[in-house]
């Protein structure tokens, strides 16, 4: 898991006019990036709209990541999401033919299945495809609670299933309990907003959303950190907040494709029912962000 710290884009998917699948712009949009610091890219995830996403357009997105003419220079992790175990699968020996350098899943949602199953979906996964597997925990959207005091979640935790967690909840708490379950883990931040208490309390990294275009920030933010300025690292984390206050009034990941069409990267719409933004929304976005960005 050497070199897999640092800050992970959680890559939007990109559409045309016409609502197909543009991996010109995903192209465009690693450039960018990567130029602003990023170590690497989770692909398919949430700020994918992967629910939305049908299989062969998940899949064009695996391929068009993994094609990207600076991919010996970047990380690639592939959501590989799904309710069914076999779906699953599918996924994960696609990202593993494709040269991925790790999986990523949610538990599998909407049936609330109990903790030995969610293990079991996890042990399926390793023990079918060699790639370092991540559990993306984001229980706001799954409606999971994960219990790390259950005997399967710790087996799961502690022997070699899973490499490493998207802690993708304000529950710094138990992300600090899972580093101190295993310090083997590579932890990443899920949120934004509490990008500095999750580095305080052992994350390695994160995986966030307005990284799409926020890393110039972000950036700034981990090197006050670096540097034991904590005072001027709150005062970041502020403004870093105030942009995802502003992008989550409006709907999340709309705004996020405005600010990118604003940069320069059209990306289309997203999916209904996702909401299209008003020229209010838009104006009151764009001036948030120039005023902390």
């Known amino acids: 898991m050497q070199g897999m710290g640092g800050f992970f884009v959680a890559a939007i998917t990109p559409f045309d006019s016409d609502g197909r699948f543009n991996p010109d712009a995903l192209h465009k949009l690693m450039d960018k990036t990567i130029a602003q610091g990023a170590a690497g890219f989770l692909i398919g995830g ?6 939305m996403l049908s299989h062969e357009e998940r899949m064009q997105g695996l391929e068009a990541a993994a094609g990207y003419s600076g991919r010996q220079g970047t990380k690639l992790i592939a959501s590989v999401a799904s309710i069914s175990t076999q779906e699953a699968l599918e ?3 696609a990202a593993k033919a494709l040269g991925y350098d790790a999986m990523i899943s949610t538990v599998p949602y909407y049936y609330k299945f109990g903790m030995k199953n969610i293990a079991r979906y996890f042990a399926a996964l390793r023990e079918a495809v060699d790639l370092p597997l991540f559990l993306y925990n984001f229980p706001g959207n799954t409606g999971v609670e994960l219990d790390i005091y259950d005997p399967d979640i710790r087996a799961m935790l502690t022997d070699g299933t899973i490499a490493g967690v998207k ?3 304000l529950n710094l708490h138990q992300m600090e309990r899972i580093r101190s379950l295993n310090p083997e ?3 990443y931040g899920g949120f934004d907003e509490v ?6 309390l052992g994350a390695d990294g994160a995986i966030g959303s307005t990284f799409n275009f926020t890393l110039p920030l972000f950036t700034k933010l981990e090197a006050a950190y670096a540097a034991h300025d904590i005072p001027l690292a709150q005062a970041l984390q502020r403004r870093a907040n105030d942009i995802m206050e502003a992008l ?3 709907s999340l990941f709309p705004s996020i494709k405005h600010i990118m069409k604003v940069q320069g990267i059209d990306c289309g719409a997203c999916r209904a029912p996702f909401p299209t933004l008003t ?3 838009k104006a009151f976005i764009e001036r948030v962000v120039a005023a902390n960005l």
């Open 91 to 93: 996924y994960a020996r």
């Open 167 to 169: 802690q993708t909840s």
């Open 185 to 187: 883990l590579v932890i």
């Open 279 to 281: 020229d209010e929304q």
């Open 46 to 51: 949430s700020s994918a709209e992967c629910p």
């Open 248 to 250: 989550v009034s409006c």
């Open 195 to 200: 990008y500095i208490g999750a580095r305080m």
